[in-house]
């Protein structure tokens, strides 16, 4: 079993900033690329900002300057530092990562989501 949890969601007015945290646990093998997601009401779910065990990155256009992604490989941990949030950024926001449980196994795997909300 794996699993995901995330931390650190939560409701701060515009320009200000929060750090998400997501901490893999269980029969862990290796991590390959482990990522933030997000969801609006209504809109589906979209990729934000991911990151290889390598530490190569990624992120989405419209949050590109303002969220920072890093991982701590020896804690199995990812964050996501995000500054100058809009209420735009107001979404369920989704750990995500790929991992080897064995040689052979190796599957994607789901945080339970945390809200942050964004107030004008």
């Known amino acids: 079993q794996v699993h995901l949890v995330e931390s650190g969601g939560g409701l701060v007015q515009a320009g200000g900033s929060l750090r998400l945290s997501c901490a893999a646990s269980g029969n862990i093998f290796s991590i390959n690329t482990m990522g933030w997601y997000r969801q609006a009401p209504g809109k589906q779910r979209e990729l934000v900002a991911r990151i290889t065990n390598a530490g190569r990155t990624n992120y989405a256009d419209s949050i590109q300057g303002r969220f920072t992604i890093s991982r701590n490989n020896a804690e199995n941990t990812v964050y996501l530092q995000m500054n100058s949030l809009k209420p735009e950024d107001t979404a369920v926001y989704y750990c995500?990562?790929?991992?080897?449980?064995?040689?052979?196994?190796?599957?994607?795997?789901w945080g339970q989501g945390t809200q942050v909300t964004v107030s004008s």
């Open positions: 995500n990562a790929d991992i080897s449980t064995d040689w052979t196994r190796r599957n994607e795997y």
